[in-house]
């Protein structure tokens, strides 16, 4: 529950930041006090993009452990650890960001320098989340062990693989923050590399999106079955499909690099191969969710071509906000298609159009799926009851983010085809042609933003609700049961060893030459660049 606070306060102080983004956007707005919107964009990437998300993932990844294979006093102090470790970095980080010295936006590119101790807390943050994966890796070997010749459940198998992905990614992220940005911006190095920094950082940003993912597709597989009064489709299949998940994020990176000239077209061709056998997983995904849609209906006598589909609990939060949530990533993983492609991505690069896909994805998909967890799980975790009301309030939460997001991310698309740049405060481009093209779209855009807002403002507002006032009672923990004829699920798939020797062995492949080949022909490493630029 404590994890659950900060996500939902970041979520209220980004929301805020958003907004004014919108505004600013619209050219009809200037922040006041002479307050930088490069700043206030930090903030809303910071906090949303790496606060909200791994405070809240951490904290769902402990209850579910918790509920399947049991936590220990000892664990659960070492996880307090973890916790006060991660909030003692955040605060740091959010400090400096709030005094103005670190406006890098979240993914921090060199040779754009912050104050040393917006990365020294980013690192603590890392180091907090490491050990929270390591007390749930420690609470399913204590399981294993005490259950001889048992299968791991499989949420617990799946927290298990969601840690390793998190723990080997970030390995990428600690080392540029450790070994070039700290002693860099404390003035030990003079210069930095700047694209082996940016390789490191996709090394673990691109995995960081599955991390925001996996935990949805959890509560995919194994909570929304016993939601709508079904059964797990498959075992064997969610598993293997997180397996697949492991091995295809990590090798990737390259694909957010399309256009850096320093890395070699090969090894981005072929991690562009990698990037798309991603593919195979996320279907296997939406054929399991419907397939587990379409059994439960036709078991309860909904027959015909789409009977079945009448029968689903529409006015359940709990199934429609993630159901939402899943409806979106239809057009959002269209839309990451066409990112990952190089050809096509020279079109969209760096335009607002990215920022369109990924307000779809993480901010529909994974946030609208994660409402839907909070709706049973903050009232299960404080002793308190989902009623009536709050259920309806959320089904208008769920509406307004569609419209908000709908209208918002739809202009940002149309924009950045148009080629509207990303993360750029409101410009005309000394009266450029192509602006007016695209201008009109940023009202459109300032006028989802608004209505997105609304929806954070209502969905704080259920929270308090479910946290603090709701009534007292006993809230359903939903994890769905496997068939009774279900298939046994092979023995093979608790082989460690194998899957991270297969995931070990093509990250190696896949960075290894390209890796040696940037460090050996790297132009000159630069020097730090302070925000607002000119203060070197
Ligand atoms: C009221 C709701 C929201 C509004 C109005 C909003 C608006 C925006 C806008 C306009 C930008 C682009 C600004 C630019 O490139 O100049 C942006 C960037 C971003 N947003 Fe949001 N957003 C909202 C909610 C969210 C949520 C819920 C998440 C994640 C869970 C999120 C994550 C991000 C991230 C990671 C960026 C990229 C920042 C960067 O490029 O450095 N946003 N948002
Ligand atoms: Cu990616």
Known sequence: M???????????????????????????????????????????????????????????????MGKTVGISDKQRKVAWLA?????????MTAVTILLGKASVLYTFYAPLKAHPVFYIGLALVVVGSWVAGFVNWRQVYLWKKAHPGEKTPLLAFMVTINTLLWFIASLG???????????????????????????????????????????????????????????????????MSFVLFLFFSIPV??????????????????????????????????FSMFATFEITG??????????????????????????VGMLAFIPGGAGGLINASHQMNAVIHNTI?????????????????????????IPHLTGRTLTKKINKL?????????????????????????????????????????????????MAQAIGGTILFIGIILMVYIFVKLAFFAPKGEEEFP??????DAEPTPKWFENWKLWIGITVALILFAYTIPFVDIIQNSPPGSVPFDWPIGNN
Do not use: C
């Open 298 to 323: 036709r078991r309860k006598g909904f027959g015909g071509l789409f009977g079945w589909f009448k029968h689903l609990p529409w006015k359940d939060v709990r199934f429609f906000a993630p159901f």
């Open 394 to 442: 959320g089904i208008i939460q769920t509406i307004v983010w569609t419209i908000g997001m709908t209208i918002m991310s739809g202009a940002m698309h149309i924009q950045g085809l148009l080629g509207a740049p990303r993360r750029s405060s409101y410009s005309e481009y000394g009266g450029g042609e192509q602006v007016t093209e695209w201008i009109g779209y940023q």
């Open 173 to 239: 992220v600690a080392a540029t923050v450790l070994i070039q940005f700290i002693p860099w911006s404390l003035g030990y190095a003079e210069t930095i590399n700047v694209l082996v920094s940016r390789t490191l950082f996709w090394y673990f940003g691109h995995p960081l999106v599955y991390f925001w993912l996996l935990p949805a597709y959890m509560a995919w597989y194994a909570v929304i079955p016993k939601i709508i009064g079904g059964k797990i489709f498959s075992d064997s299949l969610a598993r």
């Open 253 to 286: 990176g390259f694909h957010h690099q399309l256009v850096e000239p320093g890395i070699d077209a090969t090894w981005k061709f072929i991690q562009v191969v990698l990037t798309f056998m991603v593919a195979i997983p996320s279907l296997m995904t939406a």
């Open 479 to 484: 994890i769905a049961e496997e068939e009774e």
């Open 2 to 64: 404590s994890f659950i606070y900060v996500a939902f306060i970041s979520l209220f102080i980004g929301g805020l930041m958003g907004l004014l983004q919108v505004f600013v956007r619209s050219g009809r707005f200037t922040l006041p006090w002479g307050i930088d919107y490069y700043q206030v964009l930090t903030v809303h990437g910071v906090i949303l993009g790496l606060v909200l998300t791994t405070y809240f993932i951490i904290g769902f990844h402990f209850s579910l």
């Open 353 to 377: 159009w990215v920022t369109g896909h990924f307000h779809l994805t993480v901010a529909t998909t994974v946030m609208l799926t994660f409402f839907g967890i909070s709706y049973w799980l």
């Open 83 to 91: 916790f006060w470790v991660m909030v003692i970095g955040t605060v």
